[in-house]
């Protein structure tokens, strides 16, 4: 069974610019969540897809933004980036019954400058 | 708003004692499940143990284990026998069973460091 996998594992760019990251659900699993994580912070919930759906949204602006594909892997996109999002990029995938632990993959640090 | 407050930041071990990680949360809600994960330096986190709210049972997995007292909306976590792979950051997470987006709510962390 392939676990959470997620790219790039570490990306830099500058304030203003834009960024994809992306994540591969384990395998059987549906639903993605993703999760910003600010050093020393817990992770924070920006959004979640299920069947290429978005199914509820974290308090993020607009900027940040995703997609789900027909094969369950997502992307999120971040527009106009800010030094603010410099962090940790946790992606989790589920089943999307009640009560389903969320598997996370190895994240994305990104660095903005 | 649901909340979970894990209030200290670091704590200490001695290998192959026991340490107990402490973990408050809020909510009005009576049915959903409690989580802890570890996030070593390598990044990812790694589930360690779930309970469901409605199992008066406390979890078990291994030398992992938790007190978890509902009316007090406590979840602490036990390891006994620390390894010195247990050091990492340990997470509480909450999240309600009747909500239609199953998002975690994250605490702020502890970490925990064994010493050999």
């Known amino acids: 069974e392939t676990g959470v996998t997620q790219s790039p594992t570490h990306l830099i760019k500058t304030r203003g610019q834009q960024v994809t990251l992306r994540c591969s659900s384990q395998s059987g699993h549906n639903t993605v969540s993703w999760y910003q994580q600010a050093l020393g912070q817990g992770p924070q919930f920006i959004f979640q897809y299920y069947r290429e759906e978005e199914n509820g949204r974290g308090n993020f602006p607009p900027r940040f933004s995703g997609l789900q594909f027909p094969n369950y892997s997502s992307e999120l996109n971040v527009n106009a980036l800010e030094l603010d999002d410099s962090a940790l990029y946790l992606c989790?995938?589920?089943?999307?019954?009640?009560?389903?632990?969320?598997?996370f993959g190895p994240g994305t640090r990104l660095l903005v400058l | 708003a649901q909340t979970v407050t894990q209030s200290q930041p670091e704590m200490s071990v001695q290998e192959a004692e026991t340490v107990t990680l402490s973990c408050t949360y809020d909510t009005s809600e009576s049915d959903y499940y409690l989580f802890w994960y570890k996030q070593p330096p390598s990044r990812q986190m790694i589930l360690v143990i779930r309970q469901e709210a409605y199992k008066q049972q406390n979890a078990t997995e291994n030398r992992f284990s938790v007190n978890f007292q509902k009316a007090a909306k406590s979840f602490s976590l036990k390891i006994s026998d620390s390894q010195l792979g247990d050091a990492a950051m340990y997470f509480c997470?909450?999240?309600?069973?009747?909500?239609?987006?199953?998002?975690?709510?994250f605490g702020t962390g502890t970490r925990l460091k064994v010493l050999a």
């Open positions: 989790a995938s589920s089943r999307p019954a009640g009560g389903e632990t969320q598997y």
């Open positions: 997470a909450y999240r309600p069973s009747t909500s239609g987006t199953y998002k975690y709510i």
